[in-house]
């Protein structure tokens, strides 16, 4: 888990199809495909979340983007930077 940025994934909710898109729609490579092609966060790149809201959008609900600082609120589709 990030120190800035928490982000949840519902791996069974997703399909192998859509975490690769997700994996490569996301600016700052913070997903992979683990070993068997589930969607799954790459720890280490967590904090570099720009709250592009693009996974939470592909995801359809099986993605959560949570800033875990000022208040804390989820990231929408679409993105949001905000407090």
Do not use: K, W
Not at 19 to 25: E, P
Not at 40 to 49: F, I, P, R, T, Y
């Amino acid at each position: 888990m990030g120190r800035f940025v928490e982000i949840a994934i519902d791996a069974g909710a997703i399909d192998r199809a859509s975490g690769d898109a997700i994996v490569r729609a996301c600016p700052v490579d913070v997903f992979a495909l683990d070993a068997a092609g589930r969607l799954a966060a790459v720890e280490h790149n967590e904090d570099e979340c720009i709250l592009c809201g693009r996974c939470v959008e592909l995801a359809a609900g099986a993605v959560t983007v949570r800033r875990r600082y000022g208040a804390g609120r989820e990231v929408p589709a679409g993105g949001g930077s905000d407090g």
